[in-house]
Each structure stands twice: as structure tokens, then as C-alpha cells.
């Protein structure tokens, strides 16, 4: 089986919206959030996606 579409991880600046089963990291702050986001994505080669104003996802496509 391949995996080809799935979260690598999740980053966020508010832990109690985050689901469970995935890589997550809590950011004190937006700029903090935003650069850590764009950081994974280059390291993870994912794409990063802004679901709201507190929480990115890093997925594969």
C-alpha cells in the first residue's frame, strides 16, 4: 500500500483544536506559527495549509 495524500503534521497556536494521530506543534504566537509552518514544509517536501488564523496542516499530495 501507498500512501500518496495524508498530514504530515500539524502546527497550531491553540492546542485544544488539534486531532490526535498526527505530529503536532504549539506556537505561541502567529509569526512563531507561520515560520515553523514554512519551515516543515521545505523539510517534510509538503504542502502547508492555512485552515484557519490558528492552525496550518503540512500535507503530501
Known sequence: ???DKFILAII????Q???AGA????CDT???M???A???EA?????????TEELYIIVKH
Open 1 to 3: 500500500m501507498i500512501l
Open 12 to 15: 497550531t497556536t491553540n492546542p
Open 17 to 19: 483544536k488539534t486531532p
Open 23 to 26: 505530529a503536532v506543534f504549539h
Open 30 to 32: 502567529r509569526e512563531e
Open 34 to 36: 507561520e515560520t515553523l
Open 38 to 40: 514554512t519551515n516543515l
Open 43 to 51: 523539510i517534510l517536501d509538503g504542502i502547508a495549509h492555512a485552515l
